[in-house]
């Protein structure tokens, strides 16, 4: 129950990071911050596009450590010891510099916690030293502006299985749709969204209606602001992660292209395990592999077609825990 071989990507997808999740020596102390399921796991399908703002923007290494400060109403990025160290402009600055690298890439693993890097959560203190949580680091909140349809995360949110695979999943689904993108017909377009249709389904319904409406206007306008409106409004709804009762929708509509060729006892076997899937008594990948062990034996055009049931490599075993 595999997708065609010619739409499954050939070579690794291409993922922009920060340098130091790497393992390269670029932090401000000297050290690094190397994460061995990115270089290991996620290594064998993404190649990696290292970046590190500070250290482009002249900084050095090592370096005087800076964080984010609210000052009159706004957040800047200055020196921990020298107050009069700014590099906020620089570091906005450095997501121009580099745009050209990051449009080539199909996603963007952040450090977390950092004041240049930071996606969330990043640490800001007020003038009399007080921190909050609810900063973003300069240059990851240039990056996220600039590029909005681009799958970005942090590598510490990615010790979560459900946020991990919704990141992969997006970075897999861009890449089909860069493709798309690149050499777009109405035919093409239409083809794109049948074959993703459960997929999002599984994620928002309202998103998965939309989408089916602008797709419906394909043929009847020019394609270019078409392609625009789907390729940001996908990219918007697959960021909702998908929840135990969507994954349970799609998985019981699925049934209905089983129902004439399954006996009475496979067609009970599979409701149940489906149903145990919906209350938490077991993960993704059991009835996902039922599902699939049934259309192997009973193939379906429609189904065939669809990148739901695997929408990204089995043996990232990411199904195993949601």
């Not at 390729?231 to 929840?243: I, K, P, S």
Request: net charge positive; charged share 25%; glycine share 10%.
């Amino acid at each position: 129950m595999t997708p065609p071989a010619e739409e499954s990507p050939v070579q690794k997808i291409p993922i922009a990071i920060s340098s130091c999740l790497l393992g390269e020596q670029v932090r401000y102390d000297g050290g690094h911050k190397h994460d061995r399921y990115l270089t290991g796991t996620l290594g064998q399908w993404f190649t990696y596009v290292p970046l590190c703002p500070e250290v482009g923007i002249g900084m050095g290494t090592p370096r005087e450590p800076i964080r984010l400060v609210q000052i009159d109403g706004g957040v800047r990025v200055r020196g921990v010891r020298d107050a009069a160290l700014d590099v906020t402009d620089e570091l906005v600055g450095y997501a121009d510099t580099v745009a050209d690298q990051i449009a080539d890439a199909c996603g963007y693993i952040f450090k977390r916690a950092s004041p240049s890097c930071g996606m969330e959560r990043v640490k800001v203190y007020t003038g009399q030293g007080m921190p909050s949580t609810a900063g973003v680091g300069a240059y990851a909140g240039a990056v996220m502006r600039r590029f909005p349809r681009l799958p970005v995360e942090e590598e510490g949110r990615l010790n979560d299985p459900v946020l991990r695979e919704n990141f992969i999943e997006r970075v897999f689904v861009y890449a089909r749709l860069r493709a798309l993108l690149a050499d777009p017909t109405p035919r093409k377009l239409v083809d794109f969204h049948t074959r993703h249709k459960l997929l999002v389904m599984a994620h928002n319904q309202q998103g998965y209606r939309r989408l089916g409406r602008i797709v419906a206007d394909a043929g009847s306008g020019e394609l270019g602001p078409t392609l625009d409106a789907y390729a940001d409004l996908l990219m918007e709804t697959l960021t909702r992660r998908a929840t135990r009762r969507g994954h349970t929708n799609v998985m019981q509509h699925l049934m209905g292209y089983l129902k004439k060729p399954l006996d009475t006892a496979d067609k009970a076997e599979l409701v149940e395990v489906i149903d145990q899937y919906r209350s938490g008594l077991v993960p993704l990948v059991v009835p996902m592999t039922l599902l699939r062990h049934h259309f192997r034996r009973h193939p379906h055009p429609y189904v065939h077609g669809q990148w739901y049931l695997e929408p990204h490599p089995a043996e990232l075993m990411l199904r195993n825990h949601v």
